[in-house]
């Protein structure tokens, strides 16, 4: 947990065309003065009254400018994202429609790119993410890296409203007026100098072919005799290389029990019935589920995602990641399996005995950030003597010395880890893994923070030695910690997080929404089906599919991908400056430069496996360490030689001084004679 210890397939992908881009080029419609129409890309987010950002002039936007077409770019395998944004005039806008035009190849290839649009949610920041003591200092940053109150207050974007689908490519999304609570935003309606915007995912399959690819994107009215708003060109240009899935490692928990109660559509077993969909909404951004596992129905329950099954057409899967299977599984996620008994021991065997042979690491999560309880160290010595053991790790989060617990893996928050002791822990064979994140040190959940910063997270990935990386949940819409002040709405109030140490959260372990809500938020629940991904949780993708570029680069250009890495975070973990702000840059243009230039380094034809790519990435890591050991050494001969130099002055000058002393006294005897 947290504490301070430690519809269109074509007509979508019209919109994606658009999206990538960064403003907008609108055309105005007769009775809607001053409308505009522009588009962003996936390292953006826009205040609802953001009216007047450069984005819409085309100022500082990668992909769009006004009079040229949208330009986007994927690897096969890649799912490409982009904003289109509507900003009203002095008139309010309604029943708008975003359509796309056919998206066709310029050879004719008849390649299917799925296309899913979502209508953007704003909330209300008003307070930040603080600590009632310490209001700088949240558990999402240190005073020093707070961001700035005008970056991040007002109308903010966050949940993701599905306009063709349930955000998995599966279910439809009910009409509106049929969710019986919050009325859903499709059409789209734009109050006066305001924006409205939706975000498109549009899906390139691995086997789709290379080349240009272009469409149109249109907005205008529902009713064709309202008129067209604008018409915005798109090309999306296609790489003739395949994108590794899940290039670096991060997996997240959720609890499908509290989900089942938010969302009314509890099993027989308590658990909710759109937990499939919890999963492939996860597995689409290359984030493995990590459920609380105790009894073995539990395993039996989700033996498709699992296997891998649930991530096939067979199950309504389309996406990245097609038969993969989840790398990582816990038996008894923070401390569920309790103290290490002979009776505890039973049921973990009985666990592991489920659980598939491809599923590379499996342990029991003894305890959770009680760095000094012998639970962790008694499981340790209680599986020794089991069949499982070899197969069944031990580990707990503790934000102390890795190299110093008794257990064989060590989960470390992000702000804690350490280069030198994580390298310790691993030469005596303790696995270490990060956790959650801190800005400078590492990006944060929280929705008062830059949308770049969980980006960044899959760039850290790529270029330190993390091991795999942990995030606490993706649901906590019930605020249970201890000290919580309960149940949120989430589409309503952003602050969902609070403890006993006095610390407030926006947004903390809260990548997903509900779809539908029962009880006393049943009036604000828009009654879609599962449950809905956020604009952080694109941002996570975005970072994670960026260490595929990068590994698929690297493996071809190892030095100017290492700088290029260095430039993008050129300090993190322990690296970064505690007392500053963030080293990685707050805009997504930086990010979207760096990507095209790793693009461009990518060999035609190129298919790397999982295994390569992180080979490749911890060579990067190793060699990133290696400069800064080199640097670290210099200015320790730096050092050395200005000590000396200082000696050796203050030497002459003693000398000197004595030379000086002598003659004065020669002098003042020849005067006395």
């Not at 449950?531 to 993708?541: D, F, G, I, N, Y």
């Amino acid at each position: 947990m947290r504490s301070r210890g430690a519809g269109a397939v074509l007509a979508a992908a019209v919109l994606a065309a658009g999206s990538a881009l960064g403003a907008g080029a609108t055309e105005r419609a007769s009775g809607a003065p001053g409308a505009r129409v522009w588009v962003a890309g996936e390292g953006v987010r826009v205040r609802r009254d953001e009216v007047a950002s450069p984005l819409s002039r085309g100022e500082g936007n990668p992909v769009w400018r006004p009079g040229a077409p949208v330009k986007l770019a994927a690897l096969r395998g890649e799912v490409v994202a982009f904003q289109v944004v509507v900003t009203a005039g002095e008139e309010p806008l309604t029943g708008l429609e975003i359509a796309v035009g056919p998206l066709a190849h310029e050879g004719g290839a008849p390649t299917r790119l799925d296309v899913e649009r979502f209508v953007q949610h704003y909330v209300e920041v008003r307070a930040r993410s603080r600590n009632e003591e310490r209001p700088p200092e949240s558990l999402g940053w240190t005073p020093g890296a707070r961001p700035a109150d005008d970056e991040v207050q007002g109308w903010v974007p966050d949940a993701l409203i599905p306009v063709d689908g349930s955000g998995t490519g599966g279910e439809k999304a009910a009409p509106p007026g049929a969710a019986g609570g919050r009325a859903l935003p499709w059409p789209l309606a734009v109050a006066p100098r305001q924006n409205g915007a939706a975000w498109v995912d549009v899906t390139v399959p691995e086997d789709a072919a290379a080349g240009m690819y272009r469409g149109v994107v249109r907005v205008g009215a529902a009713s064709a005799a309202s008129g067209e708003l604008s018409r915005i060109d798109l090309e999306l240009t296609v790489v003739d290389a395949v994108l590794p899935y899940r290039p670096v490692s991060f997996f997240a928990f959720y609890e499908p029990y509290q989900m089942g109660n938010r969302l009314g559509d509890k099993t027989a077993s308590g658990a909710t019935a759109s937990e499939p969909a919890v999963w492939q909404l996860l597995h689409r951004h290359h984030v493995d589920a990590l459920p609380p596992l105790t009894r073995p129905e539990e395993i039996a329950r989700m033996r498709a995602a699992l296997d891998g099954t649930l991530f096939t057409e067979a199950h309504g899967y389309r996406g990245p990641g097609a038969g993969v299977g989840p790398e990582v599984l816990a038996l008894g996620t923070y401390g569920d399996l309790g103290n290490p008994t002979p009776e505890a021991l039973a049921r973990a065997e009985a666990l592991a005995a489920q659980v598939p042979a491809a599923i590379k690491d499996v342990f029991v999560y003894a305890i959770d950030e009680q760095c000094d309880s012998p639970r962790g160290p008694a499981w340790r010595k209680l599986l020794r003597g089991s069949p499982i053991a070899g197969r069944v790790k031990v580990g707990h989060t503790c934000h102390r010395d890795p190299s110093r617990q008794d257990v064989d893996l060590v989960m470390v928050p992000a702000n804690r880890f350490e280069v030198a002791t994580a390298r310790a822990a691993r030469a005596q064979g303790t696995e270490v893994w990060v956790y959650n994140g801190t800005l400078p040190q590492a990006g944060t959940f929280m929705i008062d923070a830059p949308i770049t910063s969980l980006m960044a997270d899959g760039w850290i990935a790529a270029s330190y030695p993390v091991g795999r990386w942990f995030l606490w949940e993706v649901g906590f819409w019930h605020d249970g910690n201890r000290g919580g002040k309960g149940p949120i709405d989430p589409f309503a109030q952003p602050e969902n997080f609070h403890n006993n140490d006095g610390d407030a959260c926006l947004g903390d372990g809260m990548l997903l929404y509900p779809g539908t809500q029962v009880g006393k938020f049943a009036e604000g629940s828009f009654g879609l089906p599962g449950v809905l991904p956020s604009l952080r949780l694109k941002a996570l993708r975005r970072g994670i599919q960026d260490a595929g570029y990068a590994a698929l680069a690297r493996a071809a250009r190892a030095s100017e991908v290492d700088a290029i890495l260095a430039k993008v975070i050129p300090a993190a973990l322990d690296d970064a400056d505690v007392e500053r702000p963030a080293t990685w840059s707050r805009e997504g243009a930086a990010f979207a430069a760096a990507r095209d230039a790793l693009r461009a380094m990518i060999p035609a034809g190129a298919v790397m496996d999982q295994a390569t790519a992180r080979q490749v990435l911890a060579d990067a890591a190793a060699a990133r360490v290696a400069r800064r050991s080199g640097a670290e050494g210099s200015q320790g001969k730096g050092k050395l030689r200005v000590v000396w130099l200082v000696g050796a002055v203050a030497a002459s000058l003693v000398v000197l001084a004595a030379v000086l002393a002598v003659v004065a006294q020669v002098r003042r005897a020849r005067r006395k004679a």
